[in-house]
T-cell receptor, first 111, second 110 residues
Framework: EAQVTQNPRYLITVTGKKLTVTCSQN?????MSWYRQDPGLGLRQIYY???????DKGDVPEGYKVSRKEKRNFPLILESPSPNQTSLYFC??????????FGDGTRLSIL | DQQVKQNSPSLSVQEGRISILNCDYT??????FLWYKKYPAEGPTFLIS?????DKNEDGRFTVFLNKSAKHLSLHIVPSQPGDSAVYFC?????????FGTGTSLTVIP
């Protein structure tokens, strides 16, 4: 089954404790992206990757890092999480000319 | 600044009637638009898209209209069904970056 898998689905952590949210897709898509969804703000793009070893900033990249060492994986790294990064995060992937497939989301709470 | 705006946070419609969801964008260079539907505890799923070379695209009960001069698009759902109750996001695909609206929560009343 074609899917985008995010882990964990839920996480409560504390300020400053580094965390990684993993994202994996099994569709051999070149393009992958991370978004955060906040009330009243919709989905905002954090980072995207057009292919392996190619990553670019989206609208709200501050406080986040990503890497794309292999095609299927695109982890989101919060080196020093802060409460304003409490949000619902979505990973997505797509083929050229096709719409994005989204994962089911990761709800992060940073205390 | 929001590049894509959905000014109605919510909409309620009777089953069987038409639902019309609206979206405005700021940049006249945008040329590919999509609508996504999102249920609670799930990721958004693609619904329908339209390229700027067209002004209408239909897929079953769903039709998207694009008015380039007004920088406006709308999604029509007819007839509306209770299973259509969800949050709908419009989005712009620039080829590498995506801009999403803030979403409209549609409730279809049986």
């Amino acid at each position: 089954e074609a899917q985008v898998t995010q882990n964990p689905r839920y996480l409560i952590t504390v300020t400053g404790k580094k965390l990684t949210v993993t994202c994996s897709q099994n569709m051999n898509h070149e393009y992958m992206s991370w978004y955060r969804q906040d009330p009243g703000l919709g989905l905002r793009q954090i980072y995207y990757s057009m292919n392996v070893e190619v990553t670019d900033k989206g609208d709200v990249p501050e406080g986040y890092k990503v890497s794309r060492k292999e095609k299927r994986n695109f982890p989101l790294i919060l080196e020093s999480p802060s409460p304003n990064q409490t949000s619902l995060y979505f990973c997505a992937s797509k083929d050229r000319g096709q719409p994005q497939h989204f994962g089911d989301g990761t709800r992060l709470s940073i205390l | 600044d929001q590049q894509v705006k959905q000014n109605s946070p919510s909409l309620s419609v009777q089953e069987g009637r038409i639902s019309i969801l609206n979206c405005d964008y700021t940049n006249s260079m945008f040329d590919y638009f999509l609508w996504y539907k999102k249920y609670p505890a799930e990721g958004p799923t693609f619904l329908i898209s339209i390229s700027s070379i067209k002004d209408k695209n239909e897929d079953g009960r769903f039709t998207v209209f694009l008015n380039k001069s007004a920088k406006h698009l709308s999604l029509h759902i007819v007839p509306s069904q209770p299973g259509d109750s969800a949050v709908y996001f419009c989005a712009v695909d620039t080829g590498n970056q995506f801009y999403f609206g803030t979403g409209t929560s549609l409730t279809v009343i049986p």
